[in-house]
């Protein structure tokens, strides 16, 4: 069952409901006493909900259906969103064999972090504060088969009964103010209100055996922030950090969650051999992060990432900055800020038409709205969001366009020099790390701060005359292979084979 016809299904599902007048609490309990009927564990099923087209194999997928349908019932307080399962599985795979392994998720919500660790041999058991969660957890490991025990506790004041293996997405930056909770924890003594995170982190390390492993969705700030050096530091006196993962911004829009970024931590209680992080960054989870919408794409990274390809050692929390040598951009470069009125049929470049991969774009005509900015052939365009990624590209000479305000407007005396300088990983790597949580982006004047080295002006010439022909060749031959697809798809509709042997010819002559 893919993403897309699980969404199919669940719409149906939805409409059924709300035909037959079921919102709030009350489908939710008709809901769950019918899941519960499907899989012989007592409930009765309500009538609207008999043939309810839920998918057997992916029933894990049931947290996005709760989430849907109820979005009020779940969301707010205690941080309730659901943890999308490519994510989860990406967080599973980094783990030692779970087999026989007794696997804790101690807040466990809709308990797909639990049903993916069950399939995988381990002995389950899930805690959640609310017994809604509680309760849905049990539903969801009963229908995916999973034995498993899920029970309602608070997991900051509850005794700790420590496990193998820790999993968990808990709730982010959730002030807790209790006073006898404050009171169990260093990071409670004396203050008012504690981060859900940070209390998370230190109550953790009563909840791991030692040399255990622990495998956590944090909030991105735990990673970066300045604020939080003191959590990490006590995160490196208890364990040893063996993996972190970089997830793009919004990776939780179409689950309910928060537009903020995230990030997947792997530790192992000490005592354990120190060594370096293997760390990550994951761009595309499989689906549209920027959509509300669960809009599947393609999920080659994750299984990249889950088989072990595109890691690389680092010995801090972060890949170190590399501090480059030769001038700052600004003595060589200038933005440009002008911007002008949308309107009809304009030639725009926003980043959807950019190749990423070379920095060449396409640009589409189409009508736009609201300000726009001005673009000129020449200029080299820097994304300010997430340009570490290597959204930098260069608008085709001669060109008059307008695009996306968010693009950085360089102009350079050798912009094919530039536009290969700023797409080099060690440049992109120099770039300040982007701390803020929701939406981090860079500016112009960090980036003309950075600093770039250039060669000798015949040496620039060089690469500026090279570089605009091989960009030629590369559009020629572009258009060469598309008009030989185009004569093999005539043929293929029914079209002579003279016309197909006569393109071929006239094709290969160049
Ligand atoms: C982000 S959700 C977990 C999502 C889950 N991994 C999933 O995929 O469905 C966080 C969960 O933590 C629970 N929670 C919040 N505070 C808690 C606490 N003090 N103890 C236990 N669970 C708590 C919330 O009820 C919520 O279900």
Redo the contacts with the bound molecule.
């Keep these: 069952m893919t993403a897309a016809a699980f969404a199919r299904s669940l719409a149906e599902a939805e409409e059924r409901l709300r035909a037959a007048g079921l919102t709030g609490a009350d489908a939710f309990r008709a809901l769950r006493d019918t899941l519960l009927h499907r899989v012989g564990r007592d409930g009765e099923p309500h009538d609207a909900l008999v043939d309810l087209a839920l998918p057997a194999a992916d029933l894990d997928l049931l ?1 996005l259906a709760y989430e849907r349908f109820f979005p009020d019932l ?1 969301k707010g307080r ?8 490519s994510v ?1 599985r990406l967080l599973l795979a980094r783990l030692p064999d779970l087999a026989g392994l007794d696997v804790l ?9 639990l049903v993916l660790a069950g399939r995988a041999g381990a002995r389950v058991r899930g ?4 017994p809604r ?1 509680a309760d ?2 049990g539903v969801n490991l009963a229908l995916a088969g999973v034995d498993g025990e899920v029970r309602r ?6 005794e700790p009964e420590p496990a193998d293996v820790v ?6 930056s ?1 002030p ?1 103010r209790d006073r006898a909770v404050l009171d169990r924890y260093a990071f409670g003594q004396g203050a008012e209100r504690v981060a ?1 995170d940070v209390l998370f982190l230190e109550a953790l390390e009563g909840w791991v055996k030692p040399g255990g492993h622990a495998a956590l ?1 944090l909030p991105w700030t735990v990673v970066a922030n300045g604020s939080m050096a003191a959590v990490r530091d006590r995160v490196d006196a208890h364990w040893c950090r063996r993996g972190l993962c970089a997830l793009p911004e919004g990776v ?1 829009r179409p ?1 309910g ?1 928060a537009a903020g970024r995230a990030a997947l931590l792997w530790l192992q209680r000490r005592p354990a051999e120190d060594g370096f992080m293997e760390w990550a960054e994951l761009e595309d989870p499989g689906y549209d992060t920027r959509s509300t919408r669960l809009t599947p794409t393609d999920d080659a990274e994750v299984e990249a990432l889950a088989a072990g390809r595109g890691w690389r050692p680092v010995a801090g929390w972060l890949p170190p900055t590399v501090v480059a040598e030769g001038p700052a951009l600004a003595s060589w470069v200038t933005s440009d800020t002008t911007t002008t009125a949308g309107g009809p049929g304009q030639v725009t470049i926003d980043l959807a038409d950019t190749d990423r991969s070379t920095g060449e774009v396409r640009p589409r005509t189409v009508d736009n709205h609201g300000r726009r900015a001005v673009l000129r052939g020449g200029q080299v365009l820097v994304a300010r969001m997430r340009p570490e990624l290597g959204n930098v590209c260069l608008v085709p000479e001669g060109l008059e366009a307008v695009g996306s305000p968010e693009w950085i407007r360089l102009e350079a005396p050798w912009p094919h020099y530039l536009l290969h300088a700023l797409r080099a990983p060690s440049w992109r790597a120099s770039l300040p790390p982007t701390t803020g949580q929701t939406r981090p982006r860079t500016d112009a004047d960090t980036v003309l701060a950075t600093r770039v080295p250039r060669p000798s002006e015949p040496v620039l010439a060089e690469v500026e005359a090279l570089s605009a022909h091989l960009l030629r060749e590369r559009e020629a031959l572009r258009a060469r292979l598309a008009a030989l697809e185009h004569a093999v798809h005539a043929f293929v509709a029914g079209g002579p084979e003279a016309e197909l042997a006569e393109a071929v010819a006239r094709l290969s002559e160049g």
Excluded at 105 to 113: A, E, F, V, Y
């Design positions: 947290g779940f205690l941080g309730q969103f659901f943890t999308p399962r989860v998720d101690p807040t466990c919500g809709s308990g797909g972090l805690l959640d504060v609310d969660m849905l957890a506790a608070d997991f900051f004041a509850a999993v968990a997405n808990p709730p982010f959730v807790l859900s969705v939780f689950f969650g």
